[in-house]
């Protein structure tokens, strides 16, 4: 068998300002390179995704596969093998320290449900083996359930209770395996938790549903010493019309709702940001502070397309903002920064999954230098310090006062506050001084 | 002084299908209707703003006042008056049950603090009058915090603790005045509660300030024993590019989050459910499941144009499903509809005025009864409750049961579930019979 | 062999307003009611498309198959007659006098250009006799240019000229089968006639091949006597980013670019009006006043997922004006209403393919006979006339007159021109009075 | 009198990577670097808007004006004058080479239609004479025909004969100060020419008021001697609903329609192209393709916020793919980069002017000189050329070809084209390597 990737060297860092034709090195990102203490590869922990890259047959609503890759349909225990041989040469020649994965990416469903479990169990065998012959460590695993018709109308929010079964049966195998390979992290999406319409659905019963099924979650993960995180990641639509995980601050209702806010964090998606209406540092800032932050899967989504595009980040600005806000969170723990990012249906080639990655982790680099530059010159704290300064001496409205004694002192003093200006124009000239 | 409106007489249901040129009198809408043992008037609690009526002028991003209203530019006690007299009649022509204000809109702005209260008072004293003389009740008030540069950079969350103790003192006055006019809630809209940019902005700061806020607000109605409920509403961007209250399940967080959940309902206005990707009904029933319940704002958004249309509601099939919403969650009981509705910039008549209404509490009330109809004949709710059948004998997955109990049942019967239809489009067009 | 159908009968008109529970009767569209002079059958000329009902499988982005009909996978020519008996069968129960066809949708793809041909042709005789034996008349024909990977980047668009050729001859089989089957218009779609980036497109390029195709195709008309009209579907995105027929504007510009202004016209689709920014009433409007209106692709795109949803439509105020734009362009002449529309994934019974088709005919009838009655009331075309009445005696501004003449008219007359309210809300309580 | 900018100096270029507290130097902006044979200046021809830095005043529609001018409210001559001369000393400051202005910006609307024309004459030759000591050259003069109630119901589209009767004098008293005062160019925006609601407009005969008044525009043009460029900027919507000039396409439609397609090109705003659902690059693009590229309007959009927020450009990245398109249009002849741009309603100092121009203009010289880098060095003009080679050797295709022929050919081969990669992110690793 000749590897799908034979004609591609791995990647290196070559740090010129010189075009090259395929974009193939890294400019930016030097996994060695030391920043404020710490490794490029230890602060961005870059993991590469099954799904898109292995599965993904360039396919949309309009038109059928067009890529062509050798272990396709992958419908065969045989076919899954030769699948995580190739990828974990792709892994090997972008030099990633981390994959992620769903169930169904690694092994062919099997007929029941029972043969299903067997071929996820011997499909980590073998790539567990890879991982310890050199291979990238788990940042996380998953279950998919949404692909499978039965899936239809809700996982663990089914109104078929044989579904909610099967969901646990499938969760708890994924589980296993996780802890088995040692992922840092164990992910739910909900891609079906959700409805299409209200005129069949019973909102209520199906987030008692959710919140019970997150709970057993917990629950297992504490038996089985499972020490990775807990993580959902929130969207608010696709495939569903209305999905319960809407964005970080609906999750954040929903684990306090069900008393599972210590238990569980998010993994934020820059794409399912932006279709919340929201942009990723926004995302990033409140999971920070609600005291949620995870991990991020990290790509870019059509502002205009209004569906989950999944590109490949290319915009350093912009990662820059991103990155800030990881690092004023405290910089990645358990998480990562998993490339949930696919080409586009018309890029066929090896190269394409090659380069696609390499041009991603640059540009993550690249405004991940430019984010930690700001931030250990204090470039935007400072000014933000000033703005609220006047916070540190105003006891006289906060402790134990109540709103007739903050009434009485503005009356008192017949306050008449002025605005002050907010710079915002100035602040982003800043950045710009740093991407 | 002639009213601005005397040309116009008390609009009258008229249950006729003929065509009226001016669309100027009821044609569903008949105040003592009995529907389901109430009357219409007491289903609906129909409520006109004082904002977008007797303050718009017109003005759009892109031009200044079209409207030419005799009480313009309102801003000596005298003119106060002469709006407060116009108001009290259209409220009269309209025959409508409940009005709603915000301080703003009643009074002009005082040179101070001190004088801005005083004004307020008296204005309070003038409509008491009126409203004691077969005038309309207040369905609820609420205070501008958003409109006076004072609050450009946030109200409550403010950067400067001066423009804190002023918001203080205003809602203070306002909850009075709320009180005093015998109100059935008092509402705060966070409109520059918020933020433009991350870069100058300590996000987490301004949600504790917002949280100790409304801490205060719920004690205060406490103390003067105001039996009101206490509203937030929903916005996701607008005046702010961010609102911290985007829609209703982030409301639920924040109020978990303060332990303010059994304290503070929601106010659910159409557009701004739209503004942040949901349908009107959504929002209701989220709101219905999380038990926030309140209170609505009734008007239409433009689907397409982004921003806050804040037209008048002209869609019955659209009503119909929103009442629905509603009379799941019991119907109102201190809430009621209120159109946050502003006539189009060239809608420059006295009569527009009436009409807009007119138009949209024929509408309200259309829906309306196409909704009782729906729920008394169990239309939906039969089918709902068929498909979600099978949880009535599913024990052996609930109580008490672990992720491995449940997994285990899975695995033992090797279950398979197969999907069944939901049904949707026999479901709208058992809808369309009612609507 | 069973029908799929086997199970429904014909679907009648039953003018009550009791409910049903299964949504199967017409309540407003009775084919042989003549408004106007016309049967309803007449001016609304239904028809059903043979691609989202029988080819259709219910797959979304994130998950496969739901559906499971008896002619899947539909890969033989003996399942596309299977698949063709009870495609009649359905025409015959919803009693519908027109279909629609892709190539793609009534025969498989052959092994060759020439076998795809051929297999074209055969089926084209297989459904040309159940047509002749009291089937629908073919509305229109249209060629599939997007699923196959060969039209991966563009088909008469495309950077390989081989896939030019293609398509004309892909085209041209389809433009003789229509001829053949007495249809009424040939459609193009150019799905993948766009640009997914800039980065790899030459624009100018593109757009002068599809010129040049269009008049092929324009003279390949007039050569084989088609008598039948072509039409463009404007649509703005989806599949690719940009597509080059955004909306009806564009297709005029892009018509008059190549002189074919007088040649084709444009199939308007509701859902691709949507994602254009425009309401289906602005785009019906345009296509009125440029000459271009055709026929009308019927369906409803959610306001808030941002693709191509094509959901059934269900709202009979919104058909209404869509309707009434139909009238005003005089109304269907070769064109009529096809439901471009699909059942939703969930929806997985053959009642759903009768029940969905149904309710969209039902509102579509409804919304017909308001807009009739509107225009034949003049309760808007006399107010617009009203609104518009100076122009009538303007001549000393029209007619040969410069700028500098109108000028000297305003400054002469020192013109201080007062606006006049535009009546919004009036007119649109008097829409309510109809629908 | 002090200036209003008194405490600032002229910006100058500093090209150095250490961060500045306020964001007051350009760090790739040198006007007078030689960049492809000519200076930055001469290629990127900046020009500063009188409309957003002079006349805004910070209000949205939630609130009201927050910035503080020593001109405001500028409702004299005197203090038109006065805000004259510190928009003078605010352009030397920037040293930019151009300005633009509506006449509604320059003086305060008079009286009447002849004392507004006698104001602006009197300004004209106020500002006239700083031109000539010294000032910046005029790129483009326009009429403000949106602000004023009078244009409500549209400007040169207006139900009343005599509002476009006020248009024509307004539009030619404009002209000839444009002309006057040498500009380059002459804009046209039609704000408010479009709709509201389609139940009060007639559309054909507004875009035929809109045709004839284009066409006595062009005819004055020639007559006065006008040798600057006609341009129409394109928007969607806002302030009206429903613009005529949608986008770039629409214009061109609409040009041919009239046959004014040579004689009118388009001023392309960012975010108008973003409204409209379009790229930047997308809109220049087409404006080339259909040779009415003439000058832009540069700021950025809120892609999420759906109104025009006019920011200032600050993704490099981002206007590198603008400028690229600049230069594949051959760069700027009487065009050039206006900023039609405005401060955040929190930006209240007079250094918040200066330093957002600084930032926008060091922005938009960073992307030029990454556009004109990747255009002379052939990185993508190589790639897209060898995409479309094959083109280059198929004339059995093209001359004199008819459908018959092209299929003929393909059915004679039996054609069976072959996909290959679009690359798509490969390119934008070249892209990211000059940006
Ligand atoms: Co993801
Ligand atoms: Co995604
Ligand atoms: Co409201
Ligand atoms: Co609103
Ligand atoms: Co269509
Ligand atoms: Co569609
Ligand atoms: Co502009
Ligand atoms: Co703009």
Tied chains: 1, 2, 3, 4.
Aim: hydrophobic fraction near 35%; include cysteine.
């Amino acid at each position: 068998m000749t590897s799908y990737f034979a004609d591609i060297s791995p990647v290196s860092y070559a740090p010129t300002d010189a075009p090259d034709a395929d974009g193939l090195s890294f400019r930016h990102y030097d996994p060695s390179e030391v920043v404020g203490g710490k490794s490029m590869q230890d602060h961005l922990r870059f993991a590469v995704c099954y799904w898109h890259n292995f599965v993904g047959d360039g396919s949309d609503p309009f038109g059928g596969q067009t890529f062509d890759r050798p272990w396709f349909p992958a419908d065969t225990m045989d076919l899954a093998k030769r699948k995580a041989d190739d990828a974990f040469e792709m892994f090997r020649i972008l030099g990633v320290p981390f994959w992620c994965f769903h169930d169904h990416d690694i092994r062919p469903e099997g007929a029941s449900l029972r043969e299903s479990h067997d071929r996820l169990n011997e499909m980590a065998d073998y790539v567990g083996e890879k991982m310890e012959n050199g291979g990238p460590k788990l940042l996380w695993g998953t279950a998919n359930m949404f692909s499978n018709p039965r899936y239809m109308s809700g996982a663990a929010t089914n109104p078929n209770p044989d579904v909610f079964a099967y969901c646990a049966s499938t969760v708890k195998s994924c589980m296993d395996v996780t802890h088995r390979l040692g992922g840092e992290n164990y992910v739910l999406w909900g891609g079906r938790e959700g409805y299409e319409t209200l005129l069949n659905t019973d909102l209520n019963r199906e987030q008692q549903q959710a919140g019970r099924f997150l709970q057993m979650v917990v629950d297992y993960k504490h038996k089985i010493g499972f020490k990775g995180a807990i993580l959902i990641e929130p969207k608010p639509q696709e495939p569903m019309k209305h999905q319960y995980d809407y964005d970080v601050a609906t999750v954040y209702g929903f684990l306090k709702r069900f008393g599972l806010e210590d238990e569980v964090q998010v993994n934020v998606e820059q794409g399912h940001a932006i279709l919340a209406g929201h942009s990723f540092e926004h995302e990033l800032a409140m999971a920070r502070t609600l005291g949620l932050f995870g991990s991020i899967d990290m790509n870019r989504n059509d502002y205009q397309s209004g569906w989950d595009t999944d590109q490949f980040p290319n915009n350093a600005p912009e990662a820059a903002l991103a990155y800030y806000e990881v690092l004023k969170a405290g910089g990645f723990t358990k998480g990562g920064t998993n490339f949930d990012a696919k080409l586009r249906r018309q890029s066929l080639d090896p190269i394409d999954l090659i380069a696609s990655h390499v041009g991603g982790m640059d540009v993550c680099a690249r405004g991940f230098k430019a984010a930690h530059a700001m931030l250990a010159d204090g470039a935007l704290e400072g000014p933000r310090d000033a703005r609220y300064a006047s916070w540190n001496s105003a006891d006289h409205l906060t402790t134990g006062k109540t709103l007739e004694d903050v009434a009485a002192f503005a009356e008192k003093h017949n306050l008449d506050p002025q605005p002050t200006s907010g710079r915002q124009e100035i602040l982003e000239n800043i950045v710009n001084r740093y991407v």
